[in-house]
């Protein structure tokens, strides 16, 4: 008759069962390090940005259009790309605020 040693009669069962498991433990410990957590930051400071909007900030949009913030509200901002045209986004539409230090910078480089 054949024999067959379990992990509960073998003993160091429990050993066995520990290094099994330490492996995936630590790979879980560096994706969260490496993966979740930046992208988590990422989109906390995406979100206090958007809510700090207002009205007269520069932004620039997930399509790159720039523009300047005439009216906004909980969901929807209107762009003033020119002196003429007005456009209407989606508040998640735009992708990043302008400093005002930056904005000033880019003109004097441009004259």
């Given amino acids: ?62 399509g790159g259009l720039h523009g300047t913030i005439m009216e906004i509200t909980d969901d929807v901002v209107v762009l003033r790309v020119n002196d003429v045209t007005k456009l209407t986004f989606d508040r998640s539409a735009i992708s990043n605020a302008i ?3 930056t904005a000033s910078e880019e003109v004097v480089s441009k004259s």
Avoid: C, E, S
């Fill in 1 to 62: 008759m054949f024999h067959f040693a379990t992990a509960a009669t073998a003993p160091g069962g429990t050993g066995g069962l520990f290094q099994m498991i330490w492996p995936l433990a630590l790979m879980f410990v560096i994706f969260y390090f490496l993966l979740i957590r930046p992208n988590q930051k990422k989109q906390k400071q995406r979100q206090t940005m958007l809510q700090a909007l207002k009205k007269g900030d520069k932004v620039i949009t997930i």
């Fill in 99 to 101: 400093a005002k230090d």
